[in-house]
């Protein structure tokens, strides 16, 4: 049995084993992407984010007994930031759901950011394609509560879970536009303290404000309230989890393509981009090239521009004028 | 507010202490000091020198007072030591309650004059010998008590009536408690003569010692309970311990010790008073749990704060009206994060100072750890050195003569002082959060906790701080002691006797019980007198506490660091 | 950059034992040596230990034991390690083990045990030259 036909079996060393391989940039693991990209589609992606401290990790562990006792079958991204200074990481969301792990319907993986912003890492979409692949029903992704701007997992998530708690009060008003038009579902954890109906009203008020929201097919937002520590409001967020699948996949059919050529596209730029950088990073930093480029910029020697198009010419074979002119 | 110096005199002072800097800024070129800061194990920061300068505020009536006076900084006995020593109260727990019952009446024997039981882990957490999570851990760091039967067995020959008894126990306190009762009731003796104490402190469990079995708030209400069951049917009974041991050991700061301890203590009072119980009635019940570190003024700066804080928190927060609502009254365990097992005999010495200091900080009951403490549950041997080392210090050093002889000292003033106030700057931020529940959801006692214990081994890594034997005077050998093995067949036998008590009991009756607990815990009930019934008829340990299991959910590690 | 590989350990508590101080020192320990660090806390047993083992693909198990259940908790992580097929995954203890203890621990399979003494560096030192990312 090759690779590819483990992981479609749901051989949980070799699923483990291939994520490490795509975390660690290795490039074999390549190839095993590519065989299993047709086997990918099937499972539903529900990203879940937050800032720190609003029990993103709680709500992730009851989400997954709700599923488990309708029967589906989950796996988990669990990613946490790793520190700027040493490269290290303590990935310690999977405390919160260390029940499950011996349940075979279950597989939970924790990755480290390792210094990329936006709340994932750029091997997460490898990661779950591969617990696509395996075969999970659903898969759950639980980012690193970020600072507005950049919700990554948007780009890769069906359902956008974004959950908050009471008192956010001013934090609130503060949140830029991104996260709200970005979340289609908010979560209004610990909703037991005081302030919860405050900060409800007042992000019902924000959505009603919000723009038409085009670029989410004119879904509304639900708002939920759940106290994920004693399991309540679950039931409530798992059915609105339910509706928002509904009216992506069968209220309207030209949303649905419109949302399915987005995602395709937003992965194919990714994947570019990240293989583009890459390339010419890897190449310019073993040559050595890269350390007398900066070097020339600290002394003031160049430009970053002229330097910019000087790359650009070298490794993109664009040595031809029209293309380096856009760049004028 | 009069102080004890006068403006004159402090003048004179100050002038003497600025020649003195003088000269002392001449020695340093030639004489530097041995290190760049002088610092308590938790980092507080001592000065060469304290005088009168330094509490020239201090108002003696006011600040101090004499013992059994308020605030009770001074001692809260009027005549303390002097009239009685504390109780000498030896913490012990091995394998079998035979075995442990035997150790009691050594330790009786040998001078001690109370109990102080440890369980085994599987207690602790709430299940039964024969539980699949008991594997391995049977009997291994203290009694394995699964029915009344041992319980039975544990106190056997032993005077309940006359001698007081402690049980550390948090999360089954109340289960363990109705088994101390239900003893005390078949042997005829009255629930108004029984006398001991309970853990029973669960607030640090969230915070420290991670021995959890439901959330916080179920937890507290159990709490409450046996609070309210105490206060109207076993007047001579502590019902909670509020601790700052385990605090300590999770690798907290002094004032954190003192901090979150006094703060778990205000939530307590609070959620009492909730219920509609008055403050008179329970407080002169409430006791505390302290640990002896090894930097001795900063212990006995710390118990003195913590009698004036508590004192003036229940007198001006909760308007109790009764003095013995105002008193803290303590037990003390030296430091068991201070020994070594690297060159154990040492360990001898630091509980000595550390026992030392719990005296001078007028403790009512006092543990002294045995030396191989660190490494298995103590010899026989190494418990008598301990206890003796108590008898030493009350017989034979002359401490006890004069209470509260470090009381006016210009430093321990001083640090009583700042101790209280960085205390109360932790207890300020807490309170802002909403009290200590609030604070344990947000997990910030842990995160402080947690921070402090990184903080320490970085230090003792570095050097900066010394244990004699591990980073200091360091050789190589392995310790030369003998350590307690616990019977490998104990596992076997006790799951034996826990099946055969569940044969001969009348099952029926077991599970009626248990169900009229659930329904009690359902509707609010106090689950005392069902946990009575229950145990009677000899459900176990885990029966009961599957019960709360099932009822209330269970709480899981957050894992902070 | 591409190609290199991170050290994942797994660190946690085996067993009812609440004493975690050491467990969370040696976890931010290991962070700060640059390791990717699963903290999976207290109360787990041996299959909840294993089971994060083999899905996080951790090279080392770390394991804290300090109540005296050592002779069966950590045999039992091997046995699982074992019947997995992952016998490769280093298997590492730190706390209090009598001597007699240590070497039949070892003798079984235990890599390492860490006892009192042991400074961070000490330990993360060790683990960086004895402790290399598996292949498969």
């Known amino acids: 049995m090759n690779w590819t036909q483990k992981i479609l079996a749901g051989d949980l060393r070799s699923v483990a084993r291939l994520i490490r391989d795509i975390d660690d940039g290795i490039p074999e693991a390549r190839a095993v992407l590519k065989e299993l990209y047709p086997h990918t589609g099937r499972a539903y992606v529900i990203g879940i984010t937050g800032s720190p401290g609003v029990g993103k990790s709680t709500l992730v562990d009851r989400m997954i007994q709700h599923l488990r006792a309708r029967g589906k079958t989950v796996g988990i991204l669990a990613v946490d930031p790793t520190s700027p200074f040493s490269g290290g990481a303590i990935l310690g969301d999977r405390i919160r759901m260390q029940r499950h792990s011996t349940d075979e319907g279950v597989f939970i993986r924790s990755m480290a950011t390792r210094g990329h912003f936006g709340g994932l890492t750029p091997s997460t979409r490898g990661a779950i394609a591969v617990l696509d692949a395996m075969g999970k029903d659903y898969i759950l992704v639980e980012t690193v509560g970020v600072g507005q701007d950049e919700i990554e997992i948007v780009r890769s998530a069906h359902t956008t879970l974004i959950v908050l708690v009471p008192g956010m009060g001013d934090d609130i008003q503060a949140i830029k536009a991104g996260i709200l038009e970005v979340g289609d579902v908010f979560v209004i954890n610990k909703c037991e303290r005081e302030g919860a109906q405050k900060t409800r009203q007042e992000l019902q008020m924000m959505i009603e404000m919000g723009k038409d929201r085009k670029a989410k097919g004119g879904w509304k937002p639900l708002i939920f309230m759940t106290e994920a520590v004693k399991n309540d409001g679950l039931e409530a967020l798992m059915a609105g989890i339910e509706e928002h699948r509904g009216f992506l996949f069968k209220k309207d059919p030209a949303y649905l393509s419109e949302f399915q050529y987005s995602r395709a596209r937003m992965e194919l730029f990714d994947l570019v981009r990240q293989d583009v950088i890459q390339v010419i990073m890897d190449h310019l930093t073993q040559t050595g090239r890269w350390d007398h480029f900066v070097q020339e910029l600290v002394q003031k020697k160049t430009d970053p521009y002229t330097l910019s198009k000087e790359i650009i010419a070298r490794y993109l074979n664009a040595g031809n004028e029209p293309i380096t002119d856009r760049l004028e | 507010m009069s102080s004890l110096f006068n403006k004159k005199q402090l003048e004179k002072v100050r002038a003497g202490r600025e020649a003195w800097e003088k000269d002392l800024a001449g020695n340093l070129v030639q004489k530097p000091d041995r290190k760049a800061r002088f610092s308590t194990v938790s980092d507080l920061e001592i000065k060469s020198i304290y005088s009168p300068e330094d509490i020239a505020h201090l108002d003696y009536e006011q600040d101090l007072g004499f013992p059994s006076q308020y605030p009770y900084t001074r001692g809260v006995q009027t005549s303390m030591y002097r009239g009685q020593l504390w109780t000498m109260r030896m913490f012990a727990g091995l394998g079998s309650a035979e075995d442990t019952n035997q150790r009691f009446h050594y330790l009786v024997q040998q001078g001690q004059t109370g109990l102080s039981t440890a369980f085994h882990m599987p207690t602790l957490m709430g299940y039964d010998s024969d539980s699949p999570l008991a594997r391995g851990e049977c009997g291994k760091c203290g009694v394995a008590i699964d029915t009344l039967k041992d319980m039975e067995i544990l106190f056997d020959g032993l005077p309940i009536d006359r001698i007081t008894t402690s049980m550390t126990i948090n999360p089954p306190a109340s289960v363990i408690w109705a088994m101390y009762l239900a003893m005390g009731e078949k042997r005829g003796i009255l629930r108004s003569k029984l006398g001991g104490t309970i853990q029973n402190d669960m607030l640090k469990e969230f915070a420290a010692q991670k021995t959890f079995m439901c959330p916080i708030r179920p937890s507290l209400r159990v709490v409450t309970d046996t609070v309210e069951f105490g206060t109207k049917e076993v007047p001579r009974w502590n019902t909670i311990s509020i601790s700052g041991y385990h605090i300590r050991e999770a690798g907290s700061t002094a004032v954190q010790e003192l901090a979150f301890t006094l703060a778990d203590g205000l939530a307590y009072v609070e959620d009492a008073m909730s219920r509609g119980l008055d403050v008179d009635d329970f407080a002169p019940r409430l006791s505390f749990f302290f640990n002896a570190h090894i930097d001795f003024f900063e212990e006995i700066a710390k118990y003195r704060a913590a009698r004036r804080m508590w004192a003036r928190f229940m007198k001006e927060r909760f308007k109790a009206k009764n003095p013995r609502s105002w008193w803290l009254r303590f037990h003390t365990q030296t430091a068991g994060c201070s020994l070594t097992a690297q060159q154990p005999y040492n360990n001898v010495v630091r509980t000595a100072l550390e026992a030392l200091a719990a005296i001078l900080g007028g403790t009512q009951s006092l543990h002294t750890n045995s030396l191989d403490e660190v490494l298995a549950i103590p010899t026989a041997e190494a418990a008598t050195i301990a206890l003796r080392t108590q008898q030493i210090i009350a017989d034979e050093s002359g401490v006890t003569h004069s209470i509260d002889p470090l009381g006016g000292s210009y430093f321990i003033e001083a640090l009583t002082n700042q101790m209280e106030e960085e205390a109360l700057a932790y207890i300020r931020k807490i309170d802002e959060m909403g009290g200590m529940v609030e604070a344990l959801d947000r997990h910030y006692p842990q995160m402080e906790i947690a921070d402090s214990a990184y903080k320490f081994q970085q230090q003792i890594d570095r050097g900066e701080k010394t244990m004699v034997g591990v980073n200091k005077y360091v050789t190589g050998e392995p310790p030369p002691v003998e350590i307690l093995k616990i019977d490998p067949e104990l596992e076997a036998k006790q799951i034996a006797r826990l099946h055969q008590v569940k044969n001969d009991r009348n099952n029926k009756k077991v599970r009626e019980c248990l169900e009229r607990l659930g329904e009690a815990c359902v509707n609010n009930e106090n689950v005392m007198p069902f946990l009575i019934q229950a145990v009677k008829e000899y459900a176990s340990l885990q029966e009961c506490c599957d019960v709360y299991r099932k009822v209330f959910g269970r709480y899981r590690d957050p894992g902070i660091f | ?136």
């Not at chain 3, 203890?101 to 683990?127: C, E, H, R, Y």
């Open chain 3, 1 to 136: 950059m591409a190609g290199e590989r991170k050290l994942r350990v797994l660190v946690g508590k085996p067993g009812l034992d609440g004493h975690d101080r050491g467990a969370r020192i040696i976890a931010r320990a290991f962070r700060d040596a640059g390791f990717e660090v699963v903290y999976t806390g207290l109360h787990q047993t041996p299959e909840e230990i294993v089971q994060a083992a083999l899905q996080e693909d951790v090279d080392m198990i770390g394991l804290s034991s300090l109540a005296g259940a050592h002779n069966y908790l950590l045999p039992r992580v091997l046995e699982l390690l074992k019947e997995n097929k992952a016998e490769d995954i280093a298997l590492v203890g730190g706390g209090i083990f009598p001597d007699a203890d240590i070497v039949s621990l070892k003798q079984m399979g235990v890599k390492k045990l860490f006892t009192p003494g042991a400074t961070l560096d000490d330990i993360t030192n060790w683990v960086r030259e004895n402790i290399k990312p598996r292949s498969l």
